[in-house]
Structure formats: structure tokens, C-alpha cells
């Protein structure tokens, strides 16, 4: 029934968790969103470890091109964690490009932030800001 479907935008209250994201499979899927729900009083956070996230993501699909987070409460120290673990998992090979939106990030992050991981480049970006919400 969703074979077709190439992008994923899943909305998330209060913390996003790891095991909720391994039950979705949509193996066609190219992009995924991961975003705090937009009528929330406050901006989703991470209820798991960060390295857990590939492996998690990679059960949506392992055909996933571009991952975003936006407005989620995941601070510099988080994201630093995620960007490696993205960096250092083989399963998701078709991953180019990695997006944090407003996920609580300041100038500092910067420095960590490498585009590419020896023959599988991985572009990060990521615009700096609180989360709405």
C-alpha cells in the first residue's frame, strides 16, 4: 500500500524514541524528517542514546538519501554523537546529506562538523538555533 512513498515526516511529542522508529518500513523511502510536533508547548528530545539512531533509521529504510532533524531539543554534545555514529555506521550507504534544523546548536559545534567520512562523504548541515515550539 505505501511501496511509493520517498518521503517520511514523522512528528514527535515530548521524546523520540529509538524503538518507535524501527517499527516504520518504508523500504523505498529516500528522505526521512524527524520533527517536533508543531502544535507541541515544548520541542521533542531524544529519550534514547544518539549512536542508536542510524540503526534505528536504517530499519525505515536503507535507502535513505537525506535525514533532518528539526526543532528537537538535541543540544551541540548530542548532535556531535549522531553526526559521528551516522559517520561510523556502514549500514546506511546511500546517505549523502544529514540536516539539523533549529536543534538547539550554537557556533561552537562547528568545529566538529566534518562533510565527509573517508569514501563515504556524508554532508552535514546545520542552521543554528533554538527549537520552536
Do not use: W
Not at 520517498?6 to 528522505?31: N, S, Y
Not at 543540544?75 to 555514529?85: K, L, M, T, Y
Not at 539539523?100 to 569514501?119: A, H, K, P, Q, V
Amino acid at each position: 500500500m505505501f511501496d511509493n512513498v520517498k518521503r517520511i515526516t514523522i512528528q514527535v511529542r515530548g521524546m523520540i524514541r529509538c524503538d518507535v522508529i524501527e517499527r516504520i518500513h518504508l523500504p523505498a523511502a529516500t528522505e526521512l524528517t524527524i520533527q517536533t510536533y508543531e502544535y507541541a508547548r515544548e520541542p521533542a528530545s531524544l529519550h534514547d542514546d544518539p549512536t542508536l539512531l542510524p540503526s534505528a533509521i536504517h530499519k525505515v529504510s536503507p535507502q535513505l538519501v537525506k535525514v533532518t532533524f528539526t526543532d528537537l531539543n538535541i543540544g551541540n554534545s548530542e548532535i556531535r554523537d549522531i553526526i559521528q555514529s551516522f559517520r561510523s555506521s556502514e549500514d546506511l550507504k546511500h546517505l549523502k546529506i544529514l540536516r539539523f534544523i533549529r536543534c538547539g546548536t550554537d557556533e561552537s559545534l562547528y568545529s566538529s562538523c566534518i562533510d565527509s567520512n573517508g569514501e563515504h562523504k556524508i554532508q552535514v548541515e546545520i542552521e543554528l538555533d533554538k527549537p520552536e515550539g
